[in-house]
């Protein structure tokens, strides 16, 4: 499989495409920021981009959503409970300063359990309510790669300070969610270094805390 990560726009956001390699055909998570940069890597590795997903709809993870699907024609993938968060990207755009972003319309409403393909290659959508309303995992099972977005981090999970974050609705999606999966599987994050579910499991203080 054909792995690149990239580190984009402002708040640092983890940006990841997953190609296939026998067909070319591309899955990108998270297309935060910096649509050329994005679509230049693409372009070096053959790709086709099938599917466009974010793990939610905050302003850094979405940003050049609508951009990439207007770029490639492919669909762009949002749960629906995260609707409202990216119908307001304007104002999460003002209270940073910043320009609001393209927003074109989604073009597929995911919902739990829903699996995503490109070529040979499939994730699983898990939804993981608590940091929005509307977050979600995807989980690769036959790489064991786990993304988690803004849901859990290395040392630490999610803000729940933010609209429609809940922290007792957070800790139960790590706990019943993605706990439940492999120790193994490498957690990829929305931001900051990957690690992995056992070594969150047994060293998280945040989860550690949680009874």
């Given amino acids: ?65 609508s951009g990439l699907g207007e770029a490639t024609g492919a669909p762009t993938c949002l749960h629906p409970e995260d609707r409202f968060l990216y119908e307001h990207l304007g104002m999460q755009a003002s209270l940073f300063g910043l320009l609001t972003p393209p927003s074109g319309p989604v073009t597929r409403w995911l919902k739990d ?45 999610g803000r729940t300070d933010l609209w429609g974050g809940d922290h007792p609705t957070l800790m139960r999606s790590i706990r019943e969610r993605l706990l439940t999966l492999p120790a193994d599987a490498r957690v990829l994050p929305g931001h900051g270094p990957g690690t992995s579910l056992g070594r969150e499991a047994d060293g998280n203080p945040f989860i550690a805390s949680w009874s």
């Fill in 113 to 157: 359990g829903d699996t995503l393909t490109w070529g040979r290659r499939r994730a699983e959508v898990i939804h993981t309510p608590g940091h929005t309303p509307g977050s979600v995992c995807f989980w690769v099972e036959d790489r064991a790669l786990l993304f988690t977005g803004d849901t859990l981090f290395k040392g630490s999970v």
């Fill in 1 to 65: 499989m054909i792995f690149e990560h990239l580190v984009v726009g402002p708040f640092q956001c983890n940006c990841f495409i997953l190609g296939c390699a026998e067909t070319r055909q591309a899955l990108v998570v998270d297309p935060g920021d910096a649509l050329e940069t994005i679509a230049g890597r693409l372009a070096a590795h053959g790709l086709t981009v099938t599917t466009i997903v974010a793990t939610h709809a905050h302003l850094d993870h979405v940003g050049a959503m």
